[in-house]
C-alpha cells in the first residue's frame, strides 16, 4: 500500500473533476471524469456511481484502476484496487449525500491505493512517489 501525502490529498479533494481509468481483461482502456470523489483515508479514496456503464463492467472484470487529477501544474495519478459496495453504512452515507446533489447512487468504488505517480510537468514527469 502507498500512502497520500496531506499535499495530494488536499488536491485530490479541490479539483471539481478527476480522470477514472479501468481496463477490460484483454486491456481495451476506458477512461471517465469522475466528480463525486471523497478521500477516506491516506490509503483509500471513495468514488460514487451514478452513471457508470462500462467502467462497471471493467472494475467487475479487472479491479485495477487509475485516477488521475491535476490542476495547473500540479498532478498525480493514483493506482489501485478497488471494490465495489452497494450495501452498509459507507454505501448509505455515500447515497444520502449524492441524493442532496440531486442524482442516484448505484454503488460506492472504495481504491485501495497500490502505487502514487506524478504528472506534473518537467524532469521528475511520471516519476514513482509512494
Excluded at 499535499?7 to 485530490?12: A, E, G
Excluded at 462500462?54 to 478497488?82: D, H, R, S
Excluded at 449525500?97 to 491505493?113: N, R, S
Aim: glycine content about 10%.
Amino acid at each position: 500500500m502507498a500512502e497520500m501525502t496531506e499535499k495530494i490529498k488536499n488536491l485530490f479533494e479541490q479539483v471539481p473533476i478527476a480522470s477514472l481509468s479501468t481496463a477490460t481483461t484483454d486491456g481495451i482502456p476506458n477512461s471517465v471524469p469522475v466528480g463525486a470523489k471523497k478521500v477516506i483515508d491516506n490509503e483509500t479514496l471513495l468514488i460514487s456511481n451514478q452513471y457508470f456503464n462500462k467502467t462497471l463492467e471493467n472494475i467487475k472484470a479487472n479491479p485495477k484502476v487509475a485516477v488521475t487529477f491535476w490542476e495547473g501544474k500540479e498532478g498525480y495519478q493514483i493506482k489501485g484496487t478497488t471494490t465495489i459496495e452497494t450495501e452498509g453504512p459507507r454505501f448509505e452515507k455515500t447515497c444520502a449525500w449524492i441524493k442532496e446533489k440531486g442524482h442516484t447512487c448505484k454503488g460506492v468504488l472504495i481504491i485501495k491505493i497500490d502505487e502514487i505517480f506524478g504528472v506534473s510537468p518537467g524532469p521528475g514527469a511520471g516519476r514513482k512517489l509512494a
